[in-house]
């Protein structure tokens, strides 16, 4: 199994919601990552996980939350988000050491559109 | 953050070989060079990745200079699948995690 899955792959969410993205992976990766992209531009990156600590925040604003809650799933909180925040939001993964097989794993994205 | 530069966009013939340059004149001596791919509607595809030697692989080749300030990616026959953007970036190693730091990438279209 070689796949990284996200849910839900659309979101739609007002200013006041909250509302969670999951990410999961079986490749026993302990390494893992959020991305955000806008529209025709690359992706950014927000957030990396090694083994389900927080190693890399990216300055990104509180309304985004992270959480790891074991090796395989990665989750990421959402409040009173702006209108801004509306984008294509990645995860991915990668086994920890550099000598090993070291390919980042992308998910499909969900695409979060903020009214 | 090391930086990449790569041509907003290029066009080749189905069927052909396509050449694909990066320049990274800051890269430093620890730094791996990673090509990956995204297709439309579709999260990045890793594509290759390598130090300082020629690298082959099924999907393409990865030529890198002797001074290691620029890279090609070599796709040796396009199809049109392939058409995607393609991003060369600066792999970095922090805390036990990488750190990819993409650049603006190059948009492929291949022509049928």
């Known amino acids: 199994d070689t796949e990284v899955t996200q849910t839900p792959k659309h979101l739609v969410m007002g200013m006041t919601n909250k509302k969670s993205l999951k990410c999961e992976q079986h490749?026993?990766?302990?390494?893992m990552y959020w991305y955000k992209q806008k529209a025709k531009k690359p992706p950014e990156l927000m957030f990396v996980?090694?083994?389900?600590?927080?190693?890399i925040n990216e300055s990104v604003p509180s309304r985004f939350s992270p959480e790891c809650p074991n090796s395989s799933l990665l989750n990421l909180h959402l409040h009173a988000l702006q209108p801004e925040d509306s984008a294509l939001y990645l995860c991915?993964?990668?086994?920890?050491?550099?000598?090993?097989?070291?390919?980042?794993?992308f998910g499909p994205g969900t695409r979060l559109t903020v009214l | 953050d090391a930086k990449t530069t790569q041509p907003n966009s290029m066009e080749s013939n189905e069927e052909e070989p396509v050449h694909l340059p990066c320049n990274h004149s800051?890269?430093?001596?620890?730094?791996?060079i990673h090509w990956y791919r995204q297709l439309p509607s579709q999260g990045p595809e890793y594509v290759i990745h390598?130090?300082?030697s020629n690298v082959n692989n099924r999907m393409a080749s990865l030529a890198i200079a002797e001074d290691r300030k620029s890279s090609t990616l070599i796709l040796h026959r396009a199809t049109l699948r392939d058409a995607a953007v393609y991003y060369c970036?600066?792999?970095?190693?922090?805390?036990?995690?990488?750190?990819?730091?993409f650049g603006q990438g190059t948009r492929l279209t291949i022509n049928p």
């Open positions: 991915a993964s990668s086994r920890r050491r550099e000598t090993l097989s070291n390919e980042q794993f």
């Open positions: 490749m026993g990766h302990r390494a």
């Open positions: 996980y090694s083994y389900e600590k927080l190693s």
């Open positions: 800051t890269i430093s001596g620890t730094d791996y």
């Open positions: 390598g130090l300082t």
């Open positions: 970036i600066l792999r970095d190693i922090i805390q036990g995690a990488q750190k990819l730091v």
